[in-house]
């Protein structure tokens, strides 16, 4: 396994379900920095070797919360389009990201929201966002919880 450090312009856990209070407040993605903004501008994630579509334009959907303390926890990839490893880098980005509170977070409520995270995207942006758009949780927060 090697380390790679993704810059977070390049991105717009576990496969095992999380159990998420249903009294968390769910967030929408595009809601998200009303809440909690990410501090990183880089991220440290494992990637790797070898594997399964490493190179392939591909996107995973993960859902996680975001505790008080700005540490994402419960960091499930619900999907990766193509099937291959970079479902462990996915997790392994999310991870690593921290979160300060929102303007409108001054309590520091724990949130659980979702993300698309982009892996090797064309530069066309119609086939980036056919890429994308296959892994967004359209249905999100029902069903998973």
């Given at each position: 396994?090697?380390?790679?450090?993704?810059?977070?312009?390049?991105?717009?856990?576990?496969?095992?379900?999380?159990?998420i209070n249903p009294n968390i407040?769910?967030?929408?993605?595009?809601?998200?920095?009303?809440?909690?903004?990410?501090?990183?501008?880089?991220?440290?994630?494992?990637?790797?070797?070898?594997?399964?579509?490493?190179?392939?334009?591909?996107?995973?959907?993960?859902?996680?919360?975001?505790?008080?303390?700005?540490?994402?926890?419960?960091?499930?990839?619900?999907?990766?389009?193509?099937?291959?490893?970079?479902?462990?880098?996915?997790?392994?980005?999310?991870?690593?990201?921290?979160y300060v509170a929102g303007a409108?977070?001054?309590?520091?409520?724990?949130?659980?929201?979702?993300?698309?995270?982009?892996?090797?995207?064309?530069?066309?942006?119609?086939?980036?966002?056919?890429?994308?758009?296959?892994?967004?949780?359209?249905?999100?927060?029902?069903?998973?919880?």
């Amino acid at each position: 396994m090697k380390r790679l450090v993704i810059p977070i312009c390049m991105l717009a856990a576990t496969n095992a379900a999380a159990a998420i209070n249903p009294n968390i407040l769910a967030v929408q993605p595009d809601q998200l920095t009303h809440y909690w903004v990410m501090t990183n501008t880089s991220l440290n994630v494992d990637v790797p070797n070898s594997g399964v579509n490493l190179s392939k334009p591909t996107c995973s959907a993960v859902t996680y919360m975001i505790g008080s303390d700005g540490v994402p926890r419960d960091i499930v990839v619900r999907r990766t389009i193509p099937a291959g490893d970079l479902t462990t880098v996915a997790a392994s980005a999310v991870k690593d990201m921290r979160y300060v509170a929102g303007a409108e977070n001054a309590a520091h409520q724990p949130v659980f929201t979702s993300l698309v995270i982009p892996f090797n995207l064309p530069a066309d942006p119609a086939e980036r966002k056919a890429i994308t758009d296959a892994c967004v949780l359209k249905d999100f927060p029902q069903g998973y919880r």
